[in-house]
């Protein structure tokens, strides 16, 4: 009788481990079938078409490392801001800033030979003189997004959205501008193409050829062309009488240049939460951002979110499908002096 117990026993508790390894096993590899559903999901999404399968293969790989990061964070729901799984789930952030980011800071000498280019404080402007609140898509100055795609050329783009806002509101006009003259043309000072540049030398440049034409003329492409002399002409360009420099590290006095108009910036926007920022308001902590700019971007305004917190609006040029349509809001009058990640440590913009 007793052993007839003792066999019954053994029996149910190696049932019950099958079953439970069983069970295990089987959520591990319907995991990993999730994620892998999820990776040819997010490839017909996105039209990516690999060359081999050992590409497929490493790319599903950085993918799975990109979607874990995005989940976890996530689920944690400890921030303003919310990450997504988008175009770019395929890159490391290595190869994601080396493609999408480009500013480059001025070099000594570029600074030494800048002494003579006006800081701007906007001291003279009375608090009551400055708008609480201030979007410039909704003066109608500010042009649809775009998309610089695999060209490093952020700085052309912060320069011509600068550009487009400033052109509205002198003229009532909104013309969409080329940033492949600039990618082509702007070969001066530090701008070089895809390879990156310097908001502040692209003004340079557009002030000493006259002008900048526009898109329609002169589309973009997303590579590096030979400049078309022709455009020398240029029936349609804009002009401006040169840039102003926005007072370094004072969120205020950027504050005071983004009421008047739309202002090139330089960012940090290096890491892997920003590469997949889908919403929200950004705060740029430590481990959000730091302040190696990097990135050449356009603030187009400013607001307060309905629980109080303060935010710039800022235009990027990574497509639709990246952020709140384009655009991330972030942290306005953060502690630190240089603003959330870098935002009020080199603004820029265009005079007429």
């Known amino acids: 009788m007793a052993s007839t117990k003792l066999f019954v026993s053994l029996a149910l508790l190696f049932i019950f481990v099958v079953c439970n390894f069983s069970h295990g096993t089987a959520r591990h590899v319907g ?83 800048n002494n003579n280019i006006p800081s701007i404080s906007f001291n003279y402007l009375n608090e009551s003189e400055v708008a609480s609140r201030m979007d410039w898509r909704k003066q109608g100055a500010v042009t649809p997004i775009k998309d610089q795609d695999q060209c490093g050329c952020c700085w052309a783009f912060s320069a011509v959205a600068a550009m487009e806002g400033l052109t509205k509101i002198k003229t009532g006009k909104l013309v969409s501008l080329s940033e492949q003259e600039l990618v082509d043309c702007d070969k001066a000072g530090q701008n070089a193409g895809c390879a990156g540049g310097l908001m502040d030398d692209a003004f340079t440049f557009i002030k000493q050829i006259g002008g900048l034409t526009s898109e329609e003329s002169y589309p973009y492409k997303g590579v590096e062309g030979t400049c078309n002399s022709k455009m020398e002409s240029k ?98 009058g953060v502690k630190a002096k240089e603003g959330a990640c870098g935002i009020a440590m080199k603004a820029s913009y265009p005079i007429a």
């Open 31 to 113: 995991h990993k079938e999730s994620m892998r559903q999820r990776y040819q999901l997010w490839m017909r999404r996105y039209g990516r078409v690999y060359k081999s399968p050992d590409e497929k293969k490493q790319r599903f790989q950085i993918f799975k490392s990109n979607v874990e990061f995005i989940d976890s964070f996530n689920r944690a729901g400890d921030k303003f801001y919310r990450l997504s799984v988008n175009q770019f789930a395929d890159l490391t952030n290595e190869e994601f800033k080396a493609s999408r980011n480009g500013f480059k800071l001025p070099s000594q000498r570029k600074v030494e030979n």
């Open 235 to 332: 029936h349609d360009s804009v002009k401006i009488e040169g840039y102003e420099d926005v007072l370094a590290n004072s969120e205020k006095s950027l504050m005071k240049a983004v009421a008047r108009q739309p202002v090139s910036v330089a960012i940090d926007a290096s890491g892997l939460r920003f590469q997949f920022y889908t919403g929200g308001i950004f705060p740029g902590e430590d481990n959000d951002c730091g302040t190696d700019l990097d990135h050449g971007v356009t603030a187009v305004g400013y607001g307060t979110s309905k629980d109080g917190v303060q935010y710039w609006i800022v235009k990027n040029s990574w497509g639709t499908k990246w952020g709140e349509k384009g655009y991330i809001r972030m942290k306005k």
